[in-house]
């Protein structure tokens, strides 16, 4: 969903407005599984209309474990709410649900926190709690073990972002780009860093990361940020994407997707479509990609997985950066960003798909639906299960075998 203020109404709407729409039915997948007719030619159309499945030999065993809701989910808000895997168990938060804790092999409810509160972003998890966002700025710490609430707080916009806790600190990125660090124990706040925004960018932000010492933050304006995790002082700033173009739309390049850190090296991707790999300590640019979007990249030993805004997944080398392979076939089906699970990446659609891709051809390997509501969130995975979030508030588990 774009952030953009409300376009006049007209009998025929500008080209630039007509986009706008568009990229914000591309976010409000479940009111929109279609573009047909938005420009008119037929030929146009056609070419707008998500990519028919394509039919394959799985060579991959996924078999459902459980399925269980969690609440009302997002609907048409365009936050990419995805569950996290903490120590054997799976944390979810839904709009109108609350806060659900479930045991990873078996769904089984462990605790369930039930608030007025809309809650819209997270969870996070660590430092034996579970901490949440509302919708009106809201921040929750719950008791990772028990699901007691040991404290709030507030911030000045809402959080859909999921907050990254350690070091002593919870650090919550609200949607006005400000990052709010407050002190695990108590709820006060220690510091914050504003950002400015640029006048148009996706809606959907993903939370920050964790290196020793310091946090990575991902912009709207295409900026990766590593500020010192004591006072929130900016260390370096380095751009991803470039925000460049004639018009605002043009120039949308989000790094939307938390920034991944990985033996010294963070990688971030932008959605003006492009990765970059920068050196940690330093903020010294590696390598940069042609191939990316808005949402986090998955790594993996050898490569990095991303999404492009197309629905195209691209394999990349670690190393430098350049194209181990493409999986065009998901075109406009909305994908979500990927996870790693094992040897394959694996990615949701609007229609509630999950594909698991070979990480070594991008060949699909398998496909199951989690029901029929879009999946928007990134899947997560751990211990050989992979566990993906609806838009319905809908938590669905698969275990993968050869």
Same mark, same amino acid.
Not at 38 to 67: C, D, H, I, R, Y
Not at 220 to 227: Q, S
């Given at each position: 969903?774009?952030?953009?203020?409300?376009? %006049?109404?007209?009998?025929?709407?500008?080209?630039?407005?007509?986009?706008?729409?568009?990229?914000?039915?591309?976010?409000?997948?479940?009111?929109?599984?279609?573009?047909?007719?938005?420009?008119?030619?037929?030929?146009?159309?056609?070419?707008?209309?998500?990519?028919? &499945?394509?039919?394959?030999?799985?060579?991959?065993?996924?078999?459902?474990?459980?399925?269980?809701?969690?609440?009302?989910?997002?609907?048409?808000?365009?936050?990419?709410?995805?569950?996290?895997?903490?120590?054997?168990?799976?944390?979810?938060?839904?709009?109108?649900?609350?806060?659900?804790?479930?045991?990873?092999?078996?769904?089984?409810?462990?605790?369930?926190?039930?608030?007025?509160?809309?809650?819209?972003?997270?969870?996070?998890?660590?430092?034996?709690?579970?901490?949440?966002?509302?919708?009106?700025?809201?921040?929750?710490?719950?008791?990772?073990?028990?699901?007691?609430?040991?404290?709030?707080?507030?911030?000045?916009?809402?959080?859909?972002?999921?907050?990254?806790?350690?070091?002593?600190?919870?650090?919550?990125?609200?949607?006005?780009?400000?990052?709010?660090?407050?002190?695990?124990?108590?709820?006060?706040?220690?510091?914050?860093?504003?950002?400015?925004?640029?006048?148009?960018?996706?809606?959907?932000?993903?939370?920050?990361?964790?290196?020793?010492?310091?946090?990575?933050?991902?912009?709207?304006?295409?900026?990766?940020?590593?500020?010192?995790?004591?006072?929130?002082?900016?260390?370096?700033?380095?751009?991803?994407?470039?925000?460049?173009?004639?018009?605002?739309?043009?120039?949308?390049?989000?790094?939307?997707?938390?920034?991944? &850190?990985?033996?010294?090296?963070?990688?971030?991707?932008?959605?003006?479509?492009?990765?970059?790999?920068?050196?940690?300590?330093?903020?010294? %640019?590696?390598?940069?990609?042609?191939?990316?979007?808005?949402?986090?990249?998955?790594?993996?030993?050898?490569?990095?997985?991303?999404?492009?805004?197309?629905?195209?997944?691209?394999?990349?080398?670690?190393?430098?950066?350049?194209?181990?392979?493409?999986?065009?076939?998901?075109?406009?089906?909305?994908?979500?960003?990927?996870?790693?699970?094992?040897?394959?990446?694996?990615?949701?659609?609007?229609?509630?798909?999950?594909?698991?891709?070979?990480?070594?051809?991008?060949?699909?390997?398998?496909?199951?639906?989690?029901?029929?509501?879009?999946?928007?969130?990134?899947?997560?995975?751990?211990?050989?299960?992979?566990?993906?979030?609806?838009?319905?508030?809908? &938590?669905?588990?698969?275990?993968?075998?050869?």
């Amino acid at each position: 969903m774009i952030r953009v203020s409300p376009v %006049p109404t007209t009998r025929r709407p500008s080209r630039l407005a007509r986009a706008v729409l568009v990229l914000a039915c591309v976010a409000a997948v479940s009111g929109c599984s279609t573009m047909r007719g938005w420009f008119g030619g037929k030929s146009e159309s056609k070419q707008a209309e998500p990519n028919a &499945l394509v039919e394959f030999s799985p060579t991959l065993t996924v078999t459902p474990l459980w399925s269980t809701g969690v609440g009302k989910g997002e609907g048409e808000l365009g936050l990419r709410q995805a569950p996290v895997i903490d120590a054997g168990r799976v944390y979810a938060a839904a709009v109108r649900g609350g806060v659900t804790a479930l045991d990873l092999q078996t769904g089984q409810t462990v605790w369930h926190y039930t608030t007025d509160v809309r809650v819209s972003g997270g969870p996070g998890v660590g430092e034996g709690l579970v901490v949440v966002g509302g919708l009106e700025g809201e921040v929750i710490a719950l008791d990772a073990a028990s699901g007691t609430e040991k404290w709030r707080a507030k911030v000045n916009n809402e959080v859909i972002a999921p907050p990254a806790i350690g070091q002593g600190k919870v650090f919550v990125r609200s949607n006005d780009g400000r990052v709010t660090a407050f002190d695990a124990a108590t709820g006060e706040r220690r510091w914050f860093w504003n950002h400015d925004l640029p006048n148009l960018s996706i809606r959907g932000n993903d939370g920050p990361a964790l290196g020793p010492g310091v946090l990575f933050t991902g912009n709207d304006d295409g900026t990766v940020a590593m500020l010192a995790v004591a006072d929130g002082r900016p260390v370096w700033s380095l751009p991803v994407g470039q925000a460049e173009g004639r018009t605002e739309l043009d120039r949308m390049a989000d790094v939307d997707g938390t920034p991944v &850190l990985d033996n010294g090296i963070v990688y971030a991707t932008s959605f003006k479509r492009t990765t970059a790999a920068i050196d940690g300590p330093s903020g010294r %640019p590696l390598w940069g990609s042609e191939h990316g979007g808005a949402g986090r990249p998955a790594v993996a030993a050898d490569r990095v997985v991303v999404t492009e805004p197309t629905g195209s997944v691209h394999g990349l080398d670690k190393q430098s950066g350049g194209s181990l392979w493409q999986q065009p076939a998901l075109a406009r089906r909305l994908v979500t960003a990927p996870a790693i699970a094992g040897q394959y990446a694996v990615v949701g659609d609007f229609q509630g798909y999950v594909h698991w891709l070979r990480l070594d051809t991008g060949a699909f390997a398998a496909r199951v639906r989690a029901g029929r509501d879009a999946v928007t969130g990134a899947p997560v995975a751990a211990g050989g299960i992979v566990v993906v979030q609806n838009v319905d508030g809908r &938590l669905s588990a698969f275990r993968a075998a050869e």
